[in-house]
């Protein structure tokens, strides 16, 4: 029997530069968090999983789970890449609630309300 190799262990230790979490936009990056690219900003020095991020948000808002979905990456993974990227301003953020019309009033979600909605999405891929 052959051993497997590994590669995407060594693969994402080095998309993340080591780190297991985000530099400081941790708490602005939860599952349904939208995410879209800021025009005009330059992509040279980017990584290629931060192009491919900035290539998949530029037509629009992606939910931050649904660019881990479209990269292939664990979701721990997007949010540092997703992280760095807000860091350099070549992202912004907004919840997904800000402007869901059925959010009434200023509250915070419910996690039941999150999880609905997580699951709206994940049924519609």
């Known amino acids: 029997m052959t051993p497997r190799r590994r590669r995407d262990l060594v693969r994402s230790f080095v998309l993340t530069q080591g780190r297991a ?3 400081r936009n941790t708490h602005v990056l939860d599952v349904i968090t939208m995410v879209t ?16 991020v ?4 530029r037509g629009g808002y992606l939910s931050v789970i649904e660019v881990a979905g479209h990269l292939g ?3 721990t993974i997007t949010r540092i890449v997703l992280g760095d990227l807000l860091d ?19 509250a915070a979600p419910t996690t039941a309300h999150i999880l609905e909605k997580l699951l709206h999405g994940l049924q519609a891929l």
């Open 88 to 106: 350099s301003g070549h992202v912004v953020t907004r919840t997904a609630d800000a402007q869901s019309p059925e959010s009434g009033d200023a």
């Open 21 to 23: 979490r985000p530099t």
């Open 73 to 75: 990456q664990p979701l």
């Open 54 to 57: 900035v290539e998949l948000c």
């Open 37 to 52: 690219t800021v025009p005009g900003r330059s992509v040279a020095g980017l990584l290629p999983e931060q192009l491919a």
